[in-house]
């Protein structure tokens, strides 16, 4: 059946959901999974899915808990009127007991207003911008912020002899938080930041925003944008044959940014939680998984939700065998340590922020390069 809103489910068949006369007889928990399944952002929503289903499938097999778990996955193109609606429809289903997603802050949040009206934990794998776990106790996110991405790069650039910055991102809220926590990091280490230029969602023209930067000469330009709008991005600085060295966020992590951008993308500096080159053991694991099966390789949003679905079903065992909303969220909340694929997380248990630590990296020779930090 095709919809414009495609339901997908994985694990067994939903089965009622129980009340607690039933706790100690098998059955199916839920949890729904919001993310981009068409649309601009789709091949993001991809690698959410192929991710979660991993870890889903791994969960189900240990037998962890005597209880099958399903993911219900709804499509929002990330857009947030979606996003809210299928929040609704969420949290009508009185079987979901938690839910993962969406991709962007904006939906993100605009869902997270629901959720946190009627009690429904939600942990996000990329929402980034400040606000969102603000909305309620009921947000979590296991991705750094901008708040700490942002410091995090203009010191590396201070320590690398960078004075003068000019920066590009992309308008939106998460676009927005870049500029704001970068600018002010960067300027409190005595730098100047000689340009700030904002571009539409969509537009992957930058030719006249180059042409201006350049006229500021500046040492080094930041981006804060995807993969694909960074790649024509790069392209086209090299054509103008613009010289400052560029850094970027970790969502510019993908190995389909070289094959794009080219030459164009050679020097370029990036911070990331996550590296799919990392000699550790359990990373090694995921990423011979993931290609084997996908074929192709996880960059760092495949990792977050990784991550992502694999605290929701840690908190979820711990919760067992009364898996509440009021519990998992609870669960959530006690999160420590919890060894990743993207290092280790913490949830703070005031605020919810993940405690995490970013690596550094250079494309060099076309191929993303480990740096010291």
Known sequence: MTTTRRTLLAGSATLPFLGHAALAQPRTIT???????????????????????????????????????????????????????????FVDNR??????????????????????????????????????????PWQFRNITTQAYEGPHVARWMSASGVKRVAVVAIQN???????????????????????????????????????????????????????????SFLQQRRQLNIRAAVYGTSSMYEPKLIELAGPGSEGMFLSTSFMAESPEAHVKAYV????????????????????????????????????????????????KDFPGVTGATTFDPETREPAKTLARMRIQDGKFTLLPN
């Open 31 to 89: 949890v729904g999974y919001q993310l981009p399944l068409t649309g601009e952002f789709s091949q993001y929503g991809e690698r959410f899915r192929n991710s979660a289903l991993m870890a889903l499938e791994a969960f189900n097999t240990s037998r962890r808990i005597p209880a099958q778990v399903n993911i219900v996955f709804e499509d929002t193109r990330s857009d947030p009127r979606e996003a809210v609606a299928v929040a609704r429809k």
């Open 95 to 136: 079987e979901i007991v938690a839910v993962l997603g969406d991709f962007s802050s904006s939906a993100s949040i605009q869902a997270g207003r629901v959720y946190a009206e009627a009690g429904m934990p939600q942990l996000s794998q990329t929402a980034s911008h400040p606000d969102f776990v603000k909305v309620s």
């Open 173 to 231: 809220d998460w676009g927005q938080s870049v500029v704001s926590n970068f600018v002010d990091a960067f300027k409190a280490t005595g730098g100047e930041v000689v340009a700030t230029q904002m571009y539409n969602p969509g537009n992957r023209e930058f030719r006249a925003i180059l042409t201006d930067i350049a006229r500021t000469r500046p040492d080094a330009i930041y981006l804060g944008m995807f993969y694909e709008d960074g790649a």
């Open 288 to 335: 011979e998984e993931y290609t084997r099966r996908f074929r192709s390789e996880p960059n760092m949003f495949s990792a977050q939700a990784f991550d992502a679905v694999n605290i929701m079903l840690e908190a979820i065992a711990r919760a067992w065998p009364d898996v509440t909303r009021q519990r998992v969220r609870d669960e959530l909340a006690k999160t």
